[in-house]
């Protein structure tokens, strides 16, 4: 087994690498900024000018395909939208067309995608794989997202997409925004602090990706969060709990948000449930299934 990862350098990425070089699996990175970070071969692309470096492929059975403009890094432009989609589909596009013409085929092709594929909406519906996607830009980002991981169907034995929620770290991503209100006193939830919010700790993320690399029934589609649903009230305490803090602030009123962050406000401002049973069915299992757990370990 040899490992491609796109996009490795990031926060998943980086921990999927950790768990893969553990393990002694060969991996390597496609990066639009190749660097020596992790001690081992990352090769450059560059989806804007289509070009990338072929020697990547070099006896790559499986790709992880992470790469992306952050979702939540910048507000909604016309541009930052174009930029959202196209670094997801047209780097797929790009490996899928190289690895076409080099007539090279894979045991796995497994892509992120996003629990925004059901929208950034608040119902009291808990979706599952099989449900209809929204509507709204960040569902039809990743309809698009997981229509060009389809197209490797034809090459690869098996394409898998991860529906991911929202990912629990201690230096970056969401949590790390949150608990940093928290811990300078001025946490609180925001908006009615109702919207679901789906998560999962970054070692089960990480340990996901490694087990459907190495387990073939792994297939198709899954929500990628934790069992236990929680919603941002619950959140943002149980994060001040984790650290030992009070909460004493009123809820962040949610036209605050939008005023900063228009459309993009709304992936915070609402959210609904997402099942993890296929996941547990197909014999996942959580170490962190319960937030406080999660969060007692990234603070320990
Ligand atoms: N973290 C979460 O909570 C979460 C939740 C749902 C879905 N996801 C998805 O899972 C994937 C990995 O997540 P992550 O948290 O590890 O992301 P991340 O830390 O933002 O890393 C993504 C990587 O993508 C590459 N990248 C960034 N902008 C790009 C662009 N414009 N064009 C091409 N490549 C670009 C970068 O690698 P180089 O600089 O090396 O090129 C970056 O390290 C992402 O697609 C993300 O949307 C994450």
Redesign the pocket.
């Known amino acids: 087994m040899k490992v491609l990862i796109?996009?490795?350098?990031?926060?998943?990425?980086?921990r999927i690498t950790q768990l893969l070089q553990e393990k002694n699996i060969e991996v390597v990175?496609l990066?639009?900024?190749p660097s020596s970070k992790f001690g081992i071969k990352v090769y450059k692309w560059d989806?804007k000018k289509e070009e990338i470096d072929e020697a990547c492929f070099n006896g790559v059975t499986d790709i992880i395909h992470?790469?992306?403009?952050?979702?939540a890094d910048k507000p909604w432009t016309m541009s930052r939208k174009h930029?959202i989609i196209k670094?997801?589909v047209e780097?797929a596009n790009l490996i899928f067309k190289t690895l076409k013409k080099l007539n090279h085929s894979l045991n796995a092709y497994i892509s992120?995608?996003?629990?925004g594929y059901y929208g950034a909406i608040t119902t009291a519906k808990v979706f599952k794989e099989a449900d209809e996607p929204h509507n709204d830009f960040i569902a039809k980002s990743c309809i698009y997202w997981e229509k060009s991981a389809d197209q490797f169907s034809d090459i690869s034995s098996r394409v898998v997409k991860l529906r991911?929620?929202?990912?629990l770290d201690k230096n970056?991503?969401?949590l790390a925004k949150m608990d940093k209100t928290v811990k300078y006193g001025i946490g609180a939830p925001i908006g009615t602090g109702k919207q679901a919010m789906p998560w999962i700790h970054l070692d089960d993320m990480a340990q996901l990706y490694l087990d459907i690399l190495l387990d073939n029934s792994f297939n198709g589609v899954y929500n990628a969060v934790a069992p236990e649903k929680v919603d941002n009230e619950a959140v943002t305490k149980a994060i001040a709990k984790a650290l030992n803090r009070k909460l004493f602030l009123p809820n962040v009123p949610a036209f605050v948000l939008r005023t900063i962050y228009g459309e993009l406000s709304d992936i915070v401002l609402k959210g609904s449930h997402v099942s993890a049973e296929k996941l547990l069915n197909a014999g996942f299992e959580f170490e962190f299934p319960k937030l406080d757990e999660a969060l007692k370990d990234i603070y320990k």
């Open positions: 796109t996009g490795g350098s990031g926060l998943i990425g980086t990175h990066s639009r900024s989806w992470l790469a992306g403009a952050g979702i930029t670094s997801r780097t992120a995608s996003g629990i991911t929620g929202v990912v970056s991503g969401a």
